[in-house]
Structure formats: C-alpha cells, structure tokens
C-alpha cells in the first residue's frame, strides 16, 4: 500500500450498497424501525478561492466521499441526531429554538430555515454518517446540511427546489451556525455532476458544467493540520475585502464588492489603499481573472494552462492573501517539480486543510507515493490522499425511497 494513500478497502470508499446496508442496521439499533437514505456530496475548489464573498466566480466540483443521512419521522417537533463520526446524539425542538454551538446546529439550523419557508414543523430521528473528512476544507458541514434538508423536505412529501435548498442551508450556516460562508458550498452539493466542475457566478447563480478530462485526475492532498487562527483570520479577510470597495468607491462609483473592479481599475488607483489592503484586493481581483481564463482552458481541454493558473492561484493565496501555511506550501512546492503534474494549489479557506493537484492518469501512483513520503519526511505526519475517480452518478445526492424513482448508484 502506498503510505497515506486511501485505498479501495478504506471505509471512507466503502460500495454504496454495503454503506446503505449499514447504516439501516445502526438506525434500527439505536432508534428503532426503518429509515430512508439521503445523500450529498463534499467538494472540492479547483480555483477562485475566496472570491465567493466578492460576489466573484469558483469553480468547484463534487467529490466522491458524501454525507449521508438516514432519518424517519418523530412525534410532535423534537429531533434526535446522532452523528456516527463523533459518535454522539443531541436533542432540540424546533418550537423552541436554540442554537446549542455545536455540530448539531447544522442540522437545527437548516430545519428552521426550512420551516420559516413554510416547511411544517415535524420532528425527526437522525442518524449522520460522513466520508467527507471534517474541517478540510471540503466542505463537509455543506455536505451535512444539504443531506439534512433534502430529507427533511422528502420524508414530508414536499418537492425539492435545489436552489431553494442550497439557499436555505446557506442561510442556515451564515444566520444560525453564525460562519459567515459564502454559497458556493452548498450550491455544488445541490448542483454538482459526476465529472464535471462547475463554474458558478456567485452573484447572479449562473453557472456552467466543465467536463473534467478523463485523462486527468483530481488528487487531493490533506495535510492533516488546522491552524487555530482561521477563522478569526477568515472574517479579518472579509473586512478587509469590504474596506477596499469602500475605498475605491470614491474613484469607482458603482462598484459593489471586488468582483466589479478591473485589473487595469486596480492599478491605477491602488496607491489609495494601505499595503495590506492592496495585498487582499489584487488577490481577488487577478483571482477572478484566473477563473474565468481556467474556464476558456478546460472548455479547450488545455490543461498545462490550466495547471498554471492553479500555481499561481496559490502564489497569490500565499503572498497577497496571505491564508495559506508551511505546510501548504511546501506540498505545491514538491507537486511543481513533479512529473504528470500539470498544476497545484491550497483548496478552502487555507491555513491548513488542503491541497488540490491536477495529474494526468498515468503519473498518479508514481505523484501519491512521492507526495506522501516527502511530506511524512518534512513534517512528521502520514497526510492522506484522496484520487477522485469521478464516478457516475446522475444525481449528487439519491434516496432509496421507492417514490423517487432512484436507486443508489452500482457498487464499484
Ligand atoms: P468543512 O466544511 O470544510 O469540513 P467546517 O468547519 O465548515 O469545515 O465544518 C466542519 C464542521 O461541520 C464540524 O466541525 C462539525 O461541526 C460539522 N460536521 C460536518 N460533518 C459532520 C458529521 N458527520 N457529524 C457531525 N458534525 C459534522
Ligand atoms: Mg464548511
């Protein structure tokens, strides 16, 4: 086995079919009776990273590990959620509430945004059950809270509007949870395609599906360390982001975030903000550029101008925004010099997390087994590797309901 490599037998890769079976069993175990299954996918960003609070442009795409959630109804309005990841069960009732600050909120969270739309307050038993690792910027907590609505609205008979939901569970995160995110996560849980990646307008929610060469792969590299700081750091970049428009405004009238200012508008005007800011602003400014000149590459199926602009998204990322760490650094630095790479960059918010890698097919094996032994040799730490196969399914999320027609996709 490749050391730090996750292999066919990993549970986060287990067959769909054996999961189902599973996680029924542990539903009957610990509430009793039969369940209904729902899914939806973590996420990856292949660049335009935190552009999405500019109103700017990502481009992300669906990963295979997905958060499943199994859930039947209960009496009156009381929940009951278990998360098998953490092994622990929390209670709330959506006539009264509360946000508990923990990761139950999400689920809270995303039951009252729904009911304020107009979904009855109904109880329910549910069980969580993730691959989407926690906290890497993978976006497991989107994960989480679009499995959550979905079944929520299912299991009532009510129709899912995927927008309606991503919304929702936006909300939700941003009013409940109290992260200030932008939409991007839940959108591509709602809206990604086995495949593709997904170029989405943060702004007017228009998108477009990018087929993802099959003669490349997405390798994710986790590097197993979160600094502290993030998010504190997060809510700093925001600020700073919203001083610049503030700023340039006075010689930009009409611009609303970032997003409406030009390259060529930045500089010439730059030299009215503070170093700092600066810094920030061209960040998301030339990386709005970069995701629109990603875009016009994969359309054209160029992917060595792909991977460059991926490099320098994470050049930008660490000298002008400032998010990425050590150890970030150091795997797109040992990814630049490898053979079959064609580009490299943090993925998610930054100090720590992960690293994003596009590889052609037949350098894969070879780019794992390097990456993983440089990195346990630098730092001390085994970091796991995740190649997405991008397998087929036609929806990111299924039900084994009968009523929706759908069957999980075919074991591996
Ligand atoms: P990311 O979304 O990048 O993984 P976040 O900090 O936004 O990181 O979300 C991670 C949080 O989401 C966890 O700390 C936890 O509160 C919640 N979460 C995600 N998946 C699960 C799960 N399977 N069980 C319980 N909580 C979860
Ligand atoms: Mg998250």
Same mark, same amino acid.
């Given at each position: 086995m490749i050391p730090g490599t996750i292999t066919a037998n990993h549970p986060l890769l287990t067959d769909a079919a054996t999961r189902a079976r599973d996680i029924r069993s542990r539903f009957k175990d610990?509430?009793?009776?039969?369940?209904?299954?729902?899914?939806?996918?973590?996420?990856?960003?292949?660049?335009?990273?935190?552009?999405?609070?500019?109103?700017?442009?990502?481009?992300?795409?669906? /990963?295979?590990?997905?958060?499943?959630?199994?859930?039947?109804?209960?009496?009156?309005?009381?929940?009951?959620?278990?998360s098998g990841n953490l092994g622990e069960t929390r209670?709330?009732?959506?006539?009264h509430p509360q946000p508990r600050h923990d990761w139950s909120?999400?689920?809270?969270?995303?039951?009252?945004?729904?009911?304020?739309?107009?979904?009855?307050?109904?109880?329910?038993?549910?069980?969580i059950s993730s691959g989407v690792?926690?906290?890497?910027?993978?976006?497991?907590?989107?994960?989480?809270?679009?499995?959550?609505?979905?079944?929520?609205?299912?299991i009532q008979g009510s129709p899912?509007?995927?927008?309606?939901?991503?919304?929702?569970c936006q909300l939700a995160e941003n009013e409940?949870?109290?992260?200030?995110?932008? /939409?991007?996560?839940?959108? /591509?849980?709602?809206?990604?395609?086995?495949?593709h990646a997904l170029m989405l307008d943060c702004r007017s929610l228009e998108h477009q599906l990018l087929p993802v060469p099959k003669d490349a792969r997405l390798v994710i590299c986790n590097t197993m360390v979160k600094h502290e700081i993030s998010g504190g750091e997060y809510n700093t970049r925001r600020a700073q982001c919203e001083e610049g428009v503030r700023l340039l405004s006075a010689v930009l009238p009409g611009i609303a975030a970032l997003r409406d200012v030009t390259v060529?508008?930045?500089?010439?005007?730059?030299?009215?903000?503070?170093?700092?800011?600066?810094?920030?602003?061209?960040?998301?400014?030339?990386?709005?550029?970069?995701?629109?000149?990603?875009?016009?590459?994969?359309?054209?199926?160029d992917l060595a101008s792909f991977g460059t602009l991926m490099f320098e998204s994470h050049t930008?990322?660490?000298?002008?925004?400032?998010?990425?760490?050590?150890?970030?650094?150091?795997?797109?630095?040992?990814?630049?010099?490898?053979?079959?790479?064609?580009?490299?960059?943090?993925?998610?918010?930054?100090?720590?997390?992960?690293?994003v890698n596009l590889v052609a097919v037949e350098a894969v094996a070879d780019f794992q087994q390097k990456l993983a032994s440089a990195y346990h040799a630098h730092t001390g730490t085994v970091p796991e590797i995740y190649v997405q196969t991008c397998r087929a399914t036609t929806s990111p999320f299924q039900s084994t309901h009968s009523r929706m027609g759908r069957s999980f996709a075919a074991p591996d």
């Open positions: 610990l509430f009793g009776g039969d369940c209904r299954l729902y899914r939806a996918p973590g996420r990856v960003n292949l660049i335009g990273e935190h552009t999405d609070y500019n109103d700017g442009f990502v481009m992300p795409a669906a /990963i295979d590990f997905d958060c499943w959630v199994a859930i039947s109804s209960a009496e009156g309005t009381a929940f009951t959620v278990h209670e709330f009732d959506l006539a909120d999400y689920i809270q969270g995303v039951a009252v945004m729904l009911q304020k739309s107009g979904l009855p307050a109904r109880g329910a038993k549910m069980l690792p926690m906290g890497g910027g993978l976006s497991s907590s989107a994960a989480l809270e679009v499995a959550a609505g979905y079944a929520l609205l299912d899912v509007d995927l927008m309606q939901l991503a919304l929702a409940f949870v109290g992260a200030h995110c932008g /939409i991007m996560h839940q959108f /591509i849980a709602c809206h990604g395609k086995a495949g060529q508008d930045f500089e010439r005007h730059r030299e009215r903000l503070s170093p700092t800011i600066q810094k920030r602003c061209r960040h998301v400014i030339t990386e709005n550029q970069r995701v629109l000149a990603a875009a016009a590459a994969l359309t054209q199926h930008s990322l660490r000298d002008d925004y400032e998010v990425s760490c050590s150890e970030l650094d150091f795997l797109v630095q040992v990814a630049q010099g490898m053979k079959g790479v064609y580009g490299a960059r943090m993925t998610g918010g930054g100090f720590g997390g992960c690293t």
